[in-house]
DNA sequence: GTAGGGTTAG
């Protein structure tokens, strides 16, 4: 054996007082100018003893001091000691936490170096160690060489494989695991889960674990109930939750975002109400779907309460742009300008957010001027991110700039138009009257023209009043989506108009014989942090009268204004019963009316509808935010529309 | 003594 030797420490002496331990020079530098101190040097060399290297290495790695740990690994290595296995194994941790990837390498070699296999469990840590780098192979040709594997062996690898979402060969895993006689438990199980993309899959997971009694681990639990969300089951979601017993806050946040996700605000916002008289405070997830929630209902004033609760925690991304996003999308860009502006860091998803939110509520200037800023920022775009580009351009009619980013997109940011980006350019040149052209690039999609893209072209031929090929576009619209009522109705108004009565005898039979509906019209405001729901020819609320009475006022003030009641309906899904008297009280206007009785005029009315906002509706809401001086926002399902000064932020396209 | 969780833009 290689004798390594060390230094004693330095020992001085000034004026007969001995100090010792490992004096800096520049202390000893001191020492001697100001006492003319007598300094004695012992550098005697002494032989270290294995027992003292191996301390050494041991005390190293549990103070986590990564540098000197290796070092005395590399005396180990020439000394040939090896210590034990979780001494290690909180060297390995060290060098997880400290993202050193070379130093874990070389604690792999040397564990390895004498000839043997490492104890099990050490060579479970440094699979683990590969697989938090991301260095699957390596993780997977240590697995191979295992002879002894055991239950975490297998989870590791399963949990590897499904976090980087390679589903099968998670499942793969599972079985192979099973098959070699090692029984999966709640780790296994909490991973193997999530890999699962498949309902059967995931049903016969959900009974094997129920059999061996794993159901009541809070990890199984929320991977059950975030699965069971991801593929739409709330109901299956709900009933793993209504079973717990007791659980914790990720059981909490995966319920309420399963909600959130799946665009049922309303349960979710219960859900967080009830997690809260449970004892459970809300955490930076549980607030972004909280958040989430608002967007959906466009609820600002519960929004800004949520805020509240945000500003009691550290800055954090995700949960900024989730801020950011529900004030886009409940119409307040003022305030969405200001969080965007003070946020320290700002990813795609921000930048993306700010850009749609202006150019969905009809500020297409500002989107695209912000989209020059951020590409001065270095942030590069992605798909999502030039879709509300291309949107802001059919927004403001600017043909050449959406013609430009349309072509160039693949050029300049690597990006192959989809089926949205071609949808944005039918509305760009539908809305600007080149209705051929628009046929013209449907046909030549790359991809496969959906109900959405033909409805896009649908809403063209409304504004410009184009009857053929409205007959064509709803056809197409009715092929691909049988349940759509709004635009069988929409045909059977044409038909009707061009006296094709036995289309419009078909077109009814049809829909009967499908139990196509059209859903009935309903509008949503929120007053003192209340909602109101106002549905076409339900008259429950409490103030009906008062409302009513507002409305007939309105309408007779803008009568005398030259409001007429917009009744050309033909390109409109509007049905004959639906026509003048009921226009008239439409569930937008009946919600317009309440805003104005009760929110002050400094205050802007914000609707969210159900279903597209009629020709004549629009007017009323126009014409009322001229005369009483107020600005009203409606949301429909694709649309934002700001009113004021007369005008609508949508410019009358929509 | 080693393995498992929830959140953001169309």
């Not at 045909?491 to 009935?520: C, F, H």
Request: aromatic content about 8%; some cysteine; charged content about 25%.
């Amino acid at each position: 054996m290689k004798t390594l030797w060390r230094f004693k420490e330095n020992v001085i002496s000034v004026r007969g007082l001995v100090l010792s331990g490992p004096l800096s020079p520049l202390l000893l530098q001191h020492l001697r100018c100001c006492s003319g101190a007598v300094i004695q040097w012992q550098n005697e060399r002494v032989p270290i003893k294995c027992s003292d290297l191996l301390d050494e290495f041991t005390t190293y790695c549990y103070a986590r001091d990564l540098p000197r740990a290796m070092s005395a690994l590399n005396a180990l290595q020439i000394q040939k000691i090896w210590a034990d296995a979780v001494t290690y194994s909180e060297l390995i941790k060290c060098c997880l936490a400290r993202g050193a990837v070379e130093q874990g390498k070389r604690v792999h070699q040397h564990v390895f170096s004498n000839g043997y296999e490492p104890k099990t469990f050490l060579v479970n840590t440094l699979m683990n160690m590969y697989v938090k780098f991301n260095m699957l192979d390596e993780a997977q040709a240590l697995f191979d060489q295992m002879s002894d594997r055991n239950v975490v062996s297998w989870t590791t690898m399963i949990a590897a494989y499904s976090s980087a979402k390679i589903n099968n060969k998670a499942l793969e895993f599972l079985i192979l695991m099973m098959r070699d006689g090692v029984r999966p438990n709640m780790f296994t199980f909490s991973s193997v889960l999530r890999a699962c993309d498949d309902l059967s899959n995931l049903r016969q997971l959900h009974c094997s674990l129920l059999k061996v009694g794993l159901e009541s681990d809070v990890f199984v639990r929320s991977a059950l109930i975030d699965v069971y969300s991801k593929m739409g089951q709330l109901k299956c979601a709900m009933c793993t939750f209504n079973e717990m017993v007791t659980g914790d806050l990720v059981v909490w946040n995966s319920i309420i975002g399963g909600f959130a996700q799946n665009s049922d605000g309303d349960e979710a916002l219960t859900l967080f109400k009830r997690m809260k008289r449970a004892g459970f405070s809300a955490d930076q997830s549980t607030l972004t779907s909280a958040l989430r929630a608002c967007t959906s209902l466009a609820l600002l004033e519960v929004g800004r309460q949520v805020h509240v609760h945000v500003l009691k925690f550290k800055r954090d991304l995700i949960l900024d742009n989730a801020l950011l996003d529900m004030y886009c999308k409940c119409g307040n860009l003022e305030d969405a300008h200001q969080i965007f502006s003070q946020m320290v860091e700002k990813d795609v998803i921000s930048w993306s957010t700010m850009i749609i939110g202006y150019a969905q509520n009809g500020f297409s200037r500002k989107a695209l001027e912000l989209f020059k800023e951020m590409k001065v920022s270095g942030i590069r775009p992605n798909y999502i991110t030039v879709l509300g580009v291309l949107f802001a351009c059919s927004h403001a009619g600017l043909v050449e700039d959406g013609q430009y980013y349309f072509h160039s997109m693949k050029k300049l940011f690597g990006i192959d138009p989809g089926r949205e980006h071609y949808g944005c350019m039918v509305d760009l040149l539908g809305r600007s009257g080149k209705l051929d052209e628009a046929v013209k690039l449907i046909h030549e999609m790359e991809c496969e023209p959906d109900a959405v893209t033909w409805r896009t072209l649908l809403g063209a031929c409304r504004v410009h009043r184009n009857m053929d090929l409205a007959e064509y576009a709803a056809k197409q619209i009715i092929k691909l989506d049988p349940s759509d009522a709004g635009t069988y109705i929409l045909l059977s108004n044409i038909y009707a108009r061009t006296q094709k009565w036995e289309d419009v005898m078909d077109l009814r039979r049809s829909m009967k014989e499908r139990g196509v509906k059209k859903e009935p019209g309903c509008s949503w405001i929120e007053v003192n942090k209340q909602i109101h729901a106002f549905i076409m020819g339900d008259n429950s609320h409490p103030q009906k009268e008062e409302i009513n009475k507002e409305l007939n006022q309105i309408i007779w003030r803008l009568k005398e204004v030259g409001y007429v009641p917009d009744t050309n309906f033909v390109l409109q899904d509007l049905e004959d019963e639906q026509m003048e008297d009921s226009l008239l009280y439409h569930s937008e206007k009946i919600a317009v009316a309440f805003g104005v009785l009760s929110l002050s005029r400094e205050k802007t009315i914000r609707i969210r509808k159900n279903l597209r906002i009629c020709g004549d509706c629009h007017l009323f809401v126009k014409l009322l935010a001229q005369i009483e001086r107020r600005s009203i926002v409606i949301r429909d399902p694709i649309r934002y529309h700001h009113f004021q000064d007369g005008i609508c932020s949508c410019g009358d396209y929509w």
